[in-house]
């Protein structure tokens, strides 16, 4: 009982569940999840061959909404999944352009009938249909796959193609890692509610430092341009595929799981 109370004096938590930062806190949690997301939202459409600026414009969108939604309570960013990419990638391969949207298209017409399902009758359903004994390995399974991309990245000047065995972008990506975990495990306050931020801007000046950023491309970039977005029947002919549909449809309840896991946490 008394290592219970002393655990409960020492450990308290810099912002709780119901407390509201301050506007400095604020911004730094907020490019901190900007960064966070970026990765992920990028990487997806990157590899895909699918437009990023899309990519973008949809998630910022979609994360608004679920702003206005969930009236603030969550602070959560709707970002491109990984469990989608081997799929998109493979229906492509065989299928066309509008196969593959107006698969993608059904897909969020899922989601949006598995929200509405809750809105009516709540979450116990879902709770019995993906326990948390399901919810789990799902995660570790989506995190786990991520690590490939992540080593690749790390170590080669071209990650797709596995090319350019590069110890400076070891180096880079070793001291990113190194002081996230620092200020993880040893940060005061505030600052142990943004390792990741800090570990990104260490390891973006390292990168200066070595050489190994290039301005050029964003000296050269236009300040404004406008989405690439796909219209129907314009730029592409919508198309269903039901056995592109029928791959697709399980890997929302997958996705749903994964949310459901950020929302327990």
């Known amino acids: 009982m008394e ?11 810099v912002l709780d569940v119901n407390d509201r930062p301050n506007a400095g806190q604020w911004a ?3 490019i901190q999840h900007l960064f966070a997301m970026f990765g992920a939202t990028v990487l997806v459409p990157f590899l895909t061959g699918l437009p990023v600026s ?3 414009l949809a998630s910022g969108i979609g994360t608004l909404l679920y702003i206005l939604i969930t009236k603030g309570k969550i602070p959560a960013y709707l970002g491109s999944s990984f469990a989608f990419i081997t799929p998109i990638i493979t229906g492509l391969s065989t299928n066309s352009l509008g196969d593959m949207l107006v698969a993608l ?3 969020g017409v899922m989601y949006v009938m598995i929200g509405i399902a809750i ?6 359903w879902l709770m019995h249909l993906l326990p948390p004994v399901v919810v789990g390995p799902v995660i570790m399974v989506i995190g786990l796959s991520l690590a490939p991309t992540a080593v690749n990245m790390a170590m080669f000047e071209d990650s797709g193609a596995m090319k350019g065995y590069n110890l400076t972008y070891v180096a ?5 890692l190194f002081v996230t975990l620092l200020v993880q495990g040893f940060g005061k306050g505030f600052f142990s509610l943004i390792p990741v931020l800090i570990g990104i801007i260490v390891g973006y000046v390292s990168a200066i430092v070595l050489g190994i950023v290039d301005f050029k491309p964003v000296k050269e970039a236009g300040w404004l341009q406008f989405p690439d977005i796909y219209i129907p029947f314009v730029d592409y002919h919508p198309s269903i595929h039901i056995g592109l549909i029928a791959v697709m449809l399980p890997i929302v309840f997958v996705t749903v799981s994964e949310h459901i896991g950020h929302q327990m946490v």
């Open 54 to 56: 899309s990519a973008l």
């Open 105 to 107: 298209f059904m897909s």
């Open 119 to 124: 809105k009516v009758s709540g979450t116990n």
């Open 28 to 30: 730094f949690l907020s």
């Open 3 to 13: 290592n219970e109370k002393m655990f409960q004096r020492t450990v308290q938590p």
């Open 172 to 176: 880079v990506a070793a001291i990113t």
